[in-house]
């Protein structure tokens, strides 16, 4: 089976450059067994579909790995993990759902309402059900996943929520886009309706803290983003952000 990097979506990562608990590869060309930013293809399940993995039997390398564990143990002590300044992710930089390659007309585009792009879409839109999402403003819409057959495989909203922050929801369906989706095993540290994910918060010497929630099921993978106006309140921004998640309406 052959597969290709289409692109290593941050969807539960916090930091920058640093580790990406879920990657998303997509079939085509063929896996180098190269070693990509603490990545080793090779070892990556090229399958489509949700693989639960253990670190140590990943896609890291031994050194990425050494990174993934302070991270965890970090998050599990103390809930959040440390990062260097300058590497957190700041809100404007997390809008762009894409890591696509080369120019496809529109990608790059903000929009204002889903009705705008929902002809340009594979996926189909979570509902916001109750959640903040519904009463709160959308800031933006834009393009994300992967590009299939002339539409995309994923959406980014973003929010102004009150009293919380700007919060950016990412989905995408990587059945659709006969993705390979990993979750590593001792990330997973939440559930959302059943569904296995990730809570986690980093931040800085300087303060800037970004927190993530992450999940994924047999057909779908989804993030909200929260850089929270209150960084100090960890526990009520991780718990405000997972009651959103839980009342999210899947179509």
């Given at each position: 089976?052959?597969?290709r ?13 640093a ?34 993995v ?46 696509m ?26 509902d ?8 709160a403003?959308?800031?933006?819409v834009r ?21 919380l ?8 369906d ?7 989706v ?15 994910g ?24 989804y ?29």
């Amino acid at each position: 089976m052959n597969t290709r990097i289409l692109a290593v979506i941050v969807v539960v990562a916090a930091v920058a450059g640093a580790s990406a608990t879920i990657k998303v590869l997509s079939r085509a060309n063929g896996i180098p067994g190269t070693i990509d930013e603490g990545v080793y293809l090779g070892k990556i399940n090229p399958a489509p579909g949700l693989h639960i993995v253990p670190l140590s039997q990943s896609w890291s390398t031994a050194g990425h790995a050494d990174i993934e564990r302070k991270q965890i143990e970090q998050q599990r002590s103390q809930g959040f993990y440390s990062a260097e300044v300058g590497e957190v992710a700041n809100t404007s930089a997390a809008k762009r759902a894409t890591t696509m390659q080369g120019h496809v007309p529109g990608h790059d585009r903000a929009f204002f309402s889903v009705a705008e792009v929902r002809h340009d879409l594979l996926v189909e839109p979570v509902d916001l059900g109750s959640s903040e999402l519904s009463a709160a403003n959308l800031l933006e819409v834009r393009f994300g996943g992967s590009h299939v057959r002339g539409k995309w495989t994923g959406l980014g909203r973003s929010f102004d929520v009150p009293e919380l922050g700007v919060v950016i929801l990412n989905e995408t369906d990587h059945a659709a886009g006969k993705e390979s989706v990993t979750m590593i095993k001792e990330w997973v540290n939440i559930e959302v309706n059943g569904q296995p994910g990730t809570a986690r918060t980093a931040r800085d010497a300087s303060g800037r803290t970004l927190v993530t929630i992450g999940w994924a099921n047999e057909r779908k993978l989804y993030s909200l983003q929260l850089q929270p106006l209150h960084p100090e309140a960890r526990a009520e921004n991780q718990a405000r952000l997972l009651d959103i998640a839980r009342k999210l309406v899947e179509s």
